[in-house]
């Protein structure tokens, strides 16, 4: 029988981002956490002290809030843009 799930271009651009960071993953959480040690963050005050990407803090900071180390404090704060951000906090 003929698979017929055909991988997309997004897909395979995803997957090979996914692959490119994986090696990196546990540095980027704990940095993230470190920063949070310091103090209440929005993943936009964490994206501008650790100089990353918006894709790759909010994507390590959920993983961080699945495995209950991060929790939100339910303060928002604005970001860059104006937004309104959750404020994020280190749970240990």
Do not use: F
């Not at 993230?32 to 963050?41: C, F, K, M, P, Y």
């Not at 404090?73 to 604005?78: A, E, I, L, M, Y």
Request: aromatic content about 4%; hydrophobic content about 35%.
């Amino acid at each position: 029988m003929e698979h017929l799930w055909k991988e997309t271009e997004s897909r395979r651009t995803s997957r090979a981002a996914w692959e490119s960071i994986k090696p990196e993953l546990s540095r980027i959480r704990l940095l993230i956490a470190e920063s949070l040690r310091s103090g209440d963050l929005t993943d936009d005050e964490l994206e501008i002290r650790l100089g990353m990407r918006h894709q790759t803090v909010s994507a390590t900071r959920r993983g961080l809030v699945k495995d209950g180390i991060v929790e939100a404090t339910g303060d928002k704060r604005p970001t860059r843009s104006g937004r309104s951000a959750q404020v994020w906090r280190l749970v240990l």
